[in-house]
């Protein structure tokens, strides 16, 4: 199932490109709309986890990153977009919240 965020100012659509199951999925294309200024833009991220006891391990599901060349975003399963300047500086946050939608239909 693909999910959408929205807030006041964003939305967010997640598509994700992995086979079902793989939990730590790095393949996903986000569509970023930014409501403010009227753009649209795609993306690719990845899924964000806890850190494990073993090493190297993928734990729970945090959120998504992903980026575009100006700026860094981190979206968190609790509904909250961070973002982030090239220099790890925070720019805004925002809530928002979590919808499922259908996944798009690819044409060959």
């Not at 795609?42 to 090493?55: D, I, K, Q």
């Not at 860094?72 to 509904?79: F, K, M, V």
Request: overall charge positive.
């Amino acid at each position: 199932m693909a999910q959408t965020w929205v807030s006041r100012d964003y939305v967010v659509e997640l598509e994700r490109q992995c086979i079902e199951g793989d939990v730590a999925c790095d393949a996903y294309e986000v569509v970023f709309t930014d409501k403010k200024r009227g753009t649209r833009s795609t993306m690719y991220g990845r899924t964000l986890h806890t850190v494990c006891a073993r090493p190297g391990a993928r734990c729970g599901l945090m959120g998504y990153q992903f980026s575009d060349a100006e700026l860094r975003y981190r979206l968190y399963e609790n509904g909250t977009l961070e973002i982030y300047d090239r220099g790890n500086r925070m720019l805004e946050t925002e809530r928002g919240d979590w919808h499922s939608r259908p996944p798009r239909v690819r044409r060959l």
